[in-house]
T-cell receptor
């Protein structure tokens, strides 16, 4: 599975959009991009995933560049409760999946009043 | 449907002791994982399993052993505990094929080795 690179930390003002980047320049054609977040010391929580089209759900939007070498997670109206560590991982989906899932260091997002 | 259940939630060990962290899931997921998280750091994969009877090493397997005799259970064994194994341990599982493929995590087991 491809490795990912994320900034160590970011700040965002409450009510503003938080844009979290992720670089995955070695991503393969059959690898999906997944985003998780971890609040305090709880287990990470799934946010969203995508292959090549932009995706949106009730939590966030995922923008994947055309060459798929990077992506951005967007929290449209960040709240204080969105303060967390955000992880971007890439993996093969489906029967050809090796199973191995590697998390990087993630981005610590601090939402400020 | 309890999801992923880990026990114990907290444990203090003395150096050289052994223990088993239990993980069970009731979602009939084939894939299961053990991660550790040191303070202020990201998740590191210890071991994972793609099905009953099949396990494989992750990034940091030394000092640990696993077994997968059933689909539901994936215990993590610590032999000869060392202070470097002080960490929070997370078990996770996911479905193969269909659905979102997301990982479901347990609440974590906080282990201190003194």
């Amino acid at each position: 599975d491809a490795k990912t690179t994320q900034p160590t930390s970011m700040d965002c003002a409450e009510g503003r959009a938080a844009n979290l980047p992720c670089n995955h320049s070695t991503i393969s054609g059959n690898e999906y991009v997944y985003w998780y977040r971890q609040i305090h010391s709880q287990g990470p929580q799934y946010i969203i995933h995508g292959l090549k089209n932009n995706e949106t759900n009730e939590m966030a939007s995922l923008i994947i560049t055309e060459d798929r070498k990077s992506s951005t997670l967007i929290l449209p109206h960040a709240t204080l409760r969105d303060t967390a560590v955000y992880y971007c991982i890439v993996r093969v989906y489906g029967s050809s999946n090796t199973g191995k899932l590697i998390f990087g260091q993630g981005t610590t997002l601090q939402v400020k009043p | 449907n309890a999801g992923v259940t880990q026990t114990p939630k907290f444990r203090i060990l003395k150096i050289g002791q052994s223990m088993t962290l239990q993980c069970t899931q009731d979602m009939n997921h084939n894939y299961m994982y053990w991660y550790r998280q040191d303070p202020g750091m990201g998740l590191k994969l210890i071991y994972y399993s793609v099905g009953a009877g099949i396990t494989d090493k992750g990034e940091v397997p030394n000092g640990y052993n696993v077994s997968r005799s059933t689909t539901e259970d994936f215990p993590l064994r610590l032999e000869l505990a060392a202070p470097s194994q002080t960490s929070v341990y997370f078990c996770a599982s996911r479905q193969t094929g269909g659905g979102t493929g997301e990982l479901f995590f347990g609440e974590g087991s906080r282990l201190t080795v003194l």
